[in-house]
């Protein structure tokens, strides 16, 4: 070989040393620009409610299933999970509210009702915290009536990024919808404030998705007669609990829950079989310390069909939870387990 191929051979090698780093170069950045625009990276991530409320009575619901409500106005900042009650791909969620007249009357300079929907975990061990969607109520009923939330996010397409969610036309770590409004379904609640949005979850959709409509609509149960007959059904099935919990009958009581407590721990990423033992812990603390059931007649007891019509419950007229409920003498409460059955493939399953 004459020197001169020597040096051009020298000089190709040189030039796809260059070309080849300069192609792993732009790869790697554009993976990362993928990763970091396009995926949810987030390990366990815990999706929850973030209430930011003072002086406004409301209704928050997730999928049509109830999560927070107060009708005194009382302020709260609660954090509230809903792993359990949300699914990968479409979810919306509501604040309903009273009337113009209502709010109006009683909204004052430090008044506030806005609902946030967050997402945490870790991303390459770090913590984050994402707001994924939010709906801020403002007493301004001007037209238009965009103008009651026009302080919520802007629809459209999000990306998690550094601790801030960016809205971007190419992002895909979360959507939001527009905020519809539409009229009040639950008694004296005028407003229903809804918005959709997506999430990322790595758990099965959950069962009461796909369980039938109990009343054969959105939020049916219209009619004294409707109530009336629901209800013939599922009083007994509490009857049936309260016999099972009061007779401290373990090993009948917890087959019963199994169904809901795995997906429980799917939902929260505990070990299997977490959620159960839970369950029986706390009823063993009760058995121990002599509560007894807390009976109420049939009367005192009311029903709560899910928005969605999926799920319903029975429980204690006066406080709107508790369908087994143990007193406590001493400190004048009850230790309480709410019960939400869902109807299936012709059998009537405890889903939450």
């Not at 506030?112 to 801020?136: F, L, M, P, Q």
């Not at 965009?146 to 036309?169: E, H, P, R, V, W």
Request: hydrophobic share 35%.
């Amino acid at each position: 070989m004459t020197m001169q191929e020597m040096l051009m051979l020298k000089l190709h090698t040189k030039i796809l040393i260059l070309i080849t780093i300069l192609l792993t170069t732009q790869l790697m950045a554009c993976q990362n620009k993928n990763k970091s625009e396009n995926e949810m990276n987030i390990k366990q991530p815990n999706y929850y409610i973030k209430l930011h409320i003072q002086g406004c009575a409301r209704i928050v619901a997730v999928n049509g299933f109830e999560v927070e409500s107060d009708f005194k106005r009382r302020s709260s900042t609660a954090e509230i999970p809903i792993n359990h009650l949300i699914k990968n791909g479409d979810n919306y969620f509501e604040l309903m509210l009273p009337s113009q007249k209502n709010i109006e009357k009683r909204w004052t300079d430090t008044s506030a009702c806005s609902v946030e929907v967050r997402v945490s975990g870790t991303v390459e061990n770090i913590e984050v915290d994402y707001k994924v969607a939010d709906i801020v109520f403002n007493p301004d009923y001007s037209e238009p009536s965009s103008n009651l939330t026009k302080s919520s996010m802007a629809s459209g397409s999000y990306s998690f990024d550094n601790q801030k969610t960016i809205l971007k036309d190419d992002a895909s770590d979360s959507t939001l919808s527009e905020i519809s409004i539409t009229p009040g379904y639950e008694k004296g609640m005028d407003s229903v404030f809804q918005r959709s949005f997506t999430a990322n979850v790595p758990f099965p959709r959950w069962a009461f998705f796909d369980g039938e409509q109990l009343f054969g609509g959105f939020h049916p149960v219209k009619s004294k007669e409707a109530y009336r007959s629901a209800k013939d059904i599922l009083w007994p099935k509490t009857e049936e609990l309260w016999d099972l919990f009061e007779n401290k009958k373990l090993d009948q009581i917890l087959p019963l829950f199994e169904f809901r407590s795995k997906e429980y721990d799917q939902a929260f990423y505990r070990e299997p079989g977490n959620t159960l033992m839970q369950l029986e812990n706390s009823l063993n603390n009760v058995y121990a310390n002599n509560y007894p059931l807390n009976r109420k007649d049939e009367s005192k007891m009311q029903m709560l069909v899910s928005y969605a019509d999926n799920l319903v419950t029975i429980v204690n007229a006066a406080t709107s939870n508790g369908t087994v409920m143990f007193y406590d003498q001493e400190s004048n409460s009850n230790t309480f387990y709410n019960v939400y059955w869902m109807y299936k493939d012709g059998e009537w399953i405890i889903a939450r």
